[in-house]
């Protein structure tokens, strides 16, 4: 039976046209139709990227490349989340990296934490409701189970110790999920399992959640916690809640309403005097169950959305959150034209011009290609971002050998010289683009500097990294002591030279 909030002479519009805009693989467009065609409602809600090039048989690459050229022709809506790191709830979900906030604090768990582009937040993809309408796109209609597990939780994490999902583990372990109205008491009794026990509402509006552990049972007379929901606080009736830190995974974190009871019967009471209905949970998770890690499937990270070219060419105006965001670990490459001024003056402007943009060409196809982004050009240099240091390499590699090529057909030859560096920076708005900001964006140039023509120079920490010493064996590599300007200490940097024709 055909799917009535299905618009098929749209789908078919927008299929035609996202064909037309890239040179795709065989099958590629038709598996996205049986996706969206056959799909049930929840599977096109959120998708990655990269669990669907899983599923699907296709590449990483061109699975972005898809979704992106899709999202770009209103086909899908991209959606960015800030993750908590502790319990993987989404803190935030926004349709532009410029709303998410560098810092936050978790509804759910009370970890504060600093968002980074590595790991905290995550790009999916949601059929866009003119194409096809689902339940996800109305927030206020789905049951209240499938309003905090599937909305506020990414699909697919598992839990850490046991392998349980952990939707299924915190919807197993539920004691009560419904709707609570103003001026309601609601109650539950059960028998509390040693673990924790939490109560919390409704997750996007900052309620302040308590906490209990949950001890070894001592005698068998029933605890009751009573509670009234006021202004997004659970505040304690008959007991006294207080501060309690927490150690995992490295990370601390505070929870500030915390006290403890004992396995055996217990009753919750709850009454709202919030002003609107709003949903009530109550979870008992087993010790044994309790997360200490989560296990993320596949997922497209800001960070990686950001070293792909496509993105950058279609979402060029895409601006980053006016709070400087974190990236943990990145890779740069610079490069420069060696002599570019005399070039000037030998064959004149025009000529220079023409050879140099086509060189910028040449250099941004072959970031792409290696799964880099240019990030933008600076006089005769360029400057570009890689999710590895092996990728940055490879791309190094690869602009060395095509300006060799590319100067076999030209009397005036073409020197370039490359530097590639790694670390922490920032992710800033400038000049209206996305760009970054830090010391290693700094290291990676001046590194660059040092390089002489036809050479690229890399530090220890590039050439240390897996694959990287086995992809340039067969150059000649030398090792030397650098000083850096604004660097307080030298480094090692290896000078990597062409094989000469």
């Not at 400087?324 to 060696?338: G, N, Q």
């Amino acid at each position: 039976m055909p799917d009535a909030h299905l618009n098929d002479q749209l789908l078919d519009d927008k299929l035609a046209e996202l064909e037309k805009v890239h040179a795709w693989s065989p099958r590629v467009i038709s598996k996205l139709e049986a996706l969206i065609r056959a799909s049930d409602e929840y599977s096109l809600f959120r998708i990655s990227p990269l669990q669907f090039a899983q599923e699907r048989g296709l590449t990483e690459n061109e699975a972005m490349d898809l979704f992106l050229y899709a999202a770009k022709i209103g086909l899908f809506e991209m959606d960015w989340h800030l993750i908590c790191p502790v319990c993987a709830h989404v803190v935030e979900s926004v349709s532009s990296l410029n709303h998410v906030h560098s810092r936050f604090l978790c509804n759910t768990c009370f970890a504060e934490s600093t968002a980074t582009m590595d790991d905290s937040i995550q790009v999916t993809f949601t059929i866009s409701p003119s194409v096809r309408d689902i339940v996800f796109h109305h927030p206020g209609s789905l049951t209240s189970l499938d309003l905090t597990i599937k909305n506020h939780w990414p699909r697919g994490i598992i839990s850490d110790p046991g392998g349980f999902h952990l939707d299924e583990l915190w919807t197993s372990y539920t004691r009560l999920f419904e709707f609570i109205q103003p001026g309601e008491t609601r109650s539950v009794e059960f028998e509390a399992e040693y673990g924790t026990l939490h109560l919390l509402s409704d997750l996007h509006v900052g309620t302040v959640a308590p906490f209990f552990l949950v001890g070894e049972p001592i005698g068998n007379e029933l605890q009751t916690l009573e509670f009234r929901l006021s202004a997004g606080k659970f505040n304690p009736v008959n007991r006294k809640l207080a501060p309690v830190t927490f150690k995992l995974n490295e990370r601390s974190f505070t929870i500030n309403e915390s006290g403890e009871v004992n396995a055996g019967p217990v009753r919750i009471l709850v009454t709202s005097e919030m002003e609107g209905p709003g949903p009530l949970w109550i979870v008992n998770l087993p010790m044994d169950k309790t997360p200490q890690q989560l296990v993320f499937p596949p997922f497209l990270s800001g960070k990686r959305l950001l070293t792909n070219q496509t993105f950058r060419d279609l979402f060029r105006f895409e601006n980053a959150a006016t709070e400087a965001l974190d990236v943990k670990d990145i890779t740069f490459l610079f490069t420069d034209l060696k002599g570019s001024t005399e070039l000037y003056d030998q064959i004149g402007d025009p000529q220079a011009y023409f050879l140099v943009r086509q060189h910028f060409e040449m250099l941004e196809s072959v970031v792409a290609l290696c799964s880099g982004a240019l990030v933008k050009t600076i006089g005769d240099a360029v400057m570009a971002s890689f999710m590895t240091p092996l990728d940055a390499t490879r791309a190094a590699v690869a602009m060395l050998n095509q300006i060799q090529e590319f100067n076999r057909g030209i009397s005036a030859k073409l020197i370039l010289k490359i530097g590639i560096h790694k670390g922490h920076s920032i992710v800033v708005t400038l000049n209206d683009r996305i760009d970054y900001f830090g010391q290693t964006v700094n290291i990676a140039s001046r590194v660059q500097g040092l390089a002489d023509g036809s050479e690229m120079c890399l530090t220890e920490d590039v050439y240390d990294f897996p694959g990287v010493g086995d992809l340039l064996h067969a150059l000649r590599v030398s090792a030397e002591q650098a000083a850096l300007k604004g660097v307080s200490e030298t480094m090692k940097v290896y000078r990597v030279a062409m094989q000469e024709e």
